[in-house]
């Protein structure tokens, strides 16, 4: 497993810029082995950190990348090109780019995964876990709470990370608790009507009186269910 140094000193060996990171990287040994724990685990973005201990292959961004695994860890699957970026598997660990994180959380929960874990800032795991009437609750919100309960959320300190991120990070896991066999239409609706989340919804043409972010997932999945849109 590679700590903050080996890190630091794989990254010099190898020439690699920190501009190639991308993202903030967990270091931290604790949460690291909490992760380890749930077995097989697909990691769609990830920098050499830690995640080629749990996986035969990962999503890297440039080739230096790729050199430094192939010869400080030849036990490793190093692809020659970027894998898919969502193999099949069970558990996804998200530590993706900042301008990515919603996007994986989105992808990882439409194509159904069991448990979505992992890391990002703490605002985007504020709007996902967000209760109707805040003004964070949004689509995003919706769709994870209504397939998924949010077993956990919180913050994590700066030097779990390197380099040390730009602003607070945080920790989270959803685990399915509802199988759905229209995922993809349901969010399309979802994004259709939070776009004018203050709007009655009376005024959208539902004969509901509340607004989108007054209403419950499960409030939101029936109007879907009932509406047919």
Known sequence: ???????????????????????EVLVDTEFIEEFAGHGDVVFPHA??????????????DAEPMRSALRQEYPHVSVPDSEPEEFPSGVNVFVEAPPERTRDVITRAVLLGF??????????????????????EYSALSALVQTFYEVVDAYRLPSDAFYPHPRGSMAGFF????????????YYRFLQCIFQNKRKR???????DDRRPFELEPREL??????TGR
């Open 1 to 23: 497993m590679l700590l903050v140094p080996d890190l630091r000193k794989l990254m010099i060996k190898y020439r690699i810029p920190p501009s190639l990171l991308r993202k």
């Open 47 to 60: 920098f050499p950190g830690f995640v080629f201990r749990y996986v035969g292959g990962t999503a890297l």
């Open 114 to 135: 069991e448990h979505v874990f992992g890391v990002a800032r703490e605002s985007v795991v504020l709007s996902v876990t967000a209760e109707p009437g805040w003004k």
């Open 174 to 185: 959803f685990k399915r608790v509802r199988e759905y066999g229209d995922v993809e239409g």
């Open 201 to 207: 919804l009376s005024n959208m043409g539902f004969d």
């Open 221 to 226: 999945l029936e109007l879907y269910e009932t």
